[in-house]
């Protein structure tokens, strides 16, 4: 058995910042609404025109995790690609990225878990370190929101959290079961599926039935129960984090760095008071590039090491909630 640690992280996003106001020229929103209730100043939306996909974002964010970790692409044996918002309805973003960075025809598998995408990824990959099937694996989520979401006030509610962007690290063996990724928790509650959702087009519900319906099918926009999801949100949150923290004997005192998935500063503020966590004990960039989905732990994750707030052996507790409903955590010793 081995364990699995992060050797290299990258991040990418588009340069285009969309703030708070230029939204308020879009739709019936406003800066202070925005903020009050999201924590949110402003995002990056993809310039139309430009090259960026989920794909190309996360290929960008790749290659500087790659460089980072001082392997070449070679050296991956895996890769591991959580997005919902792939550029093509099927392959997957994984595929594209073994070949935008040249690598060898390893295996690419893609994550569908919203917010939770990245935490269950860095799970999926852990797990193959830890058998020894895999020593290298490249794990990266990377979202393409802008395009699809509704921009007119109708829209609103849902249109202002949203950002796209893109995060990467690469996962390598480590020998000493004491550092690295320690453990990792994952759930979900499917009856809450339709609470956040985007439900077409679907194989259910295909484009020629969208186009020809006599009443107006919006089903193809993000449809949110934001009340819902915030308090199932504080709840499961506060669970994982608490599940993993007991696996590994750790007190909330231990927690040296929360990286919350960027759903909603109100969120993460209830959480961190819950733990009685310090200001300084709990990462947010939300207010930067509002919720990138699966890209948000790991672009959080990606910044606050650079800022060099991650060390050796600094207690690293990554968790998320999304849709699906789907939440789980990753306890990390650096
Ligand atoms: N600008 C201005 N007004 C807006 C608005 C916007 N962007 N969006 C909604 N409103 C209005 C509503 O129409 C409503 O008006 P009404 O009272 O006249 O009907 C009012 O603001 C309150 O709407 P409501 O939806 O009840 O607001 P809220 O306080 O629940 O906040 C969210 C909405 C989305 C910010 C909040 O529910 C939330 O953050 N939920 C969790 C979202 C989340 O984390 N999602 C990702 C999960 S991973």
Known sequence: MYNSKIIGLGKYLPEQVVTNHDLSEMMDTNDAWIQERTGIKERRWIRKGTEDTSAVMGA????????????????????????????????????QIQDMLGMQTVGALDIRN????????????????KTGMYRNILVVGAE?????????TRGRSV???????????????????????????????????????????????????????????????PYMDGTFVFKNAVVRFSEVIREGLLKNKLDKEDIDLLIPHQANLRIAQFIQKKFGLHDDQVFNNIMKYGNTTAAS????????????????????????????????SVIIKW
């Open 144 to 152: 393409f929101h802008s395009n699809g979401l509704d921009k007119s």
């Open 60 to 95: 960008k964010a790749a290659r500087v995790a790659i460089e980072r970790s001082g392997l070449k692409p070679d050296d991956i044996d895996f890769i591991v690609f959580a997005t919902m918002t792939p550029d093509y309805y099927f392959p997957g973003c994984g595929v």
């Open 297 to 328: 732990v790991i672009i959080a994750l990606t910044e606050a090491w650079e800022q060099g707030l991650i060390k050796e052996n600094t207690n690293v507790v990554l968790a998320a909630f999304g849709s699906g409903f789907t939440w789980g």
């Open 159 to 221: 249109t202002v959290i949203f950002g796209d962007g893109a995060g990467a690290c690469v996962l390598s063996r480590e020998k000493n079961l004491n550092k690295g990724i320690l453990s990792t928790h994952l759930h979900s509650e499917g009856k809450y599926a339709e609470k956040l959702t985007v439900k077409s087009p679907s194989i259910k519900h295909w484009i020629p039935e969208i186009l020809s319906s006599k009443e107006e099918d919006l089903s193809y926009f």
């Open 114 to 129: 919203q917010c939770s995408g990245f935490v269950y990824a860095l799970s999926v990959a852990d797990q193959y370190i």
